[in-house]
């Protein structure tokens, strides 16, 4: 099977204390899924984990054996809680290295600018052995490569520019597709109708949402696939259930669902 016919899965480890403990939202898991999916590659897990070398090696190592790519966000900045680097090292077997081409650009940043490049701020050269850089064009400091992990910042403009950087790179399979018919009947309603159109069409995943917007109750039943003239026989078979139901379906636009 040629790239452009498998799926192409990938996993994405967010590290860090903050969020487990609510203090810090993430904002980066909803946009590298919709990166990956533009390119071919379908998000298939997300775990967060806390800043414990056993459980982000753990993790690291599981998601790398089972999914295409594994995308790390958090962890490697100056202070002493970001251990990112030192673990992704550890989970490959190489030694944690103060990387040369890291080295320089920090050496290069700081002489331009009014902060001091101290011991802390070196922390951020530190990759494993065979690591290749991932650019950073805002602050400088990189994130890197190792096989078939990329290991990002946690800051959600420096993650955004660093997944720009990696993306072409990327082999992909087939993008997932996505039909949205919005509906003004209760999920104990379509319920039935749903699950019998979900077995005729097993390759189809069907979600219902359920949701109180501009004034009213809907419900948005969301149909994602890879083939588009079944996502379409599925829409059509949805919309005449709501249609028999006594409801009245819309067809929706990304962008309003």
């Known amino acids: 099977m040629s790239p452009s016919q498998k799926t192409v899965t990938a996993a994405v480890i967010v590290i860090g204390n903050e969020i487990l403990s609510g203090r810090t939202q993430d904002k980066n898991v909803a946009h590298i899924a919709v990166t990956l999916n533009e390119v071919g590659v379908r998000l298939s897990e997300v775990r967060v984990v806390p800043d414990i070398e056993a459980e982000i090696v753990d993790a690291v190592n599981t998601l790398r054996a089972k999914f295409d790519y594994v ?85 959600p403009s420096i993650m955004r520019a660093m997944l720009d950087g990696v993306k072409g790179g990327l082999v992909g ?40 917007a501009r004034g009213e109750f809907r419900v948005s039943l969301v149909m994602r696939g890879t083939d588009a003239a079944e996502l379409d026989a599925c829409a059509d078979e949805v919309r005449a259930m709501v249609t028999g139901l006594g409801g009245t379906p819309k067809d929706l636009d990304e962008d309003e669902a």
């Open 71 to 155: 995308f790390t966000t958090g962890g490697i900045g100056p202070t002493h809680d970001d251990i990112t680097a030192e673990c992704v090292a550890k989970a490959f077997g190489q030694k944690l290295i103060q990387n040369p081409e890291a080295t320089r650009r920090l050496m290069e940043h700081y002489e331009h600018s009014e902060m001091e490049l101290n011991a802390a701020r070196m922390r951020m050269a530190n990759t494993p052995e065979h690591a290749t850089l991932i650019d950073n064009p805002i602050s400088t400091a990189p994130g890197f490569q190792v096989e078939n992990v990329f290991v990002m910042a946690g800051v």
């Open 173 to 212: 399979g087939v993008p997932v597709l996505s039909r949205t018919v919005l509906c003004n009947l209760g999920e104990g309603m379509v319920a039935g109708g749903l699950g019998e159109i979900q077995e005729r069409y097993p390759e189809v995943d069907i979600g219902s949402y359920p949701q109180y």
